[in-house]
């Protein structure tokens, strides 16, 4: 895990945290968190597409020489792709969390799609978030597409 703090925000990022899941696999997470150390709720999303995978500009600017526009969109370089802006959420009183699925990217284990293991690997993260002493207990699910199906798989848990 590596861990710097983005001044300019008020920002702490813990990059590549090592999450236990119940067999003993480990999930990769990406964490932002207020600097001052304050206890506060998390924000959550679990991808297949890479924790790390941020937005696209040069796709986004051929996108934009072909025609489509999407209109004012603004977010942090720190945003992963389908899912919430951490600077935003954080300099609101969030955390925000986001891991990689089993067996993807830099997270152990063997992937699937949508699989019942992947609900319980997520409930595994919601539980270790909530009981991290940065997060005061609460913890959110955010995220589109692939980021919100996997959330119905994991609200019946």
């Known amino acids: 895990m590596s861990q710097r703090t983005l001044a300019e925000a008020g920002v702490v990022f813990d990059r590549d945290v090592f999450v236990p899941m119940r067999d003993g696999t480990r999930l990769c997470a990406n964490i932002f968190r207020p600097a001052d150390g304050r206890r506060v709720p998390a924000i959550m999303s679990v991808t297949p597409y890479g ?16 025609g489509v526009r999407f209109g004012d969109i603004k977010i942090s370089r720190y945003t992963g792709f389908e899912a919430p802006d951490p600077l935003y959420w954080v300099r609101n009183g969030y955390a925000v969390m986001q891991a990689d699925v089993r067996g993807m990217h830099k997270s152990e284990g063997h992937a699937g799609v949508l699989s019942d293991q992947d609900a319980e690997d997520y409930y595994d993260l919601i539980e270790w978030a909530a009981a991290q002493p940065w997060c005061d207990g609460g913890v959110a699910l955010s995220g589109v597409s692939y980021l919100a199906m996997s959330q119905w798989r994991v609200a019946p848990l």
């Open 51 to 66: 924790k790390d995978k941020l937005p696209d500009r040069i796709g986004n600017f051929f996108m934009w020489l072909a």
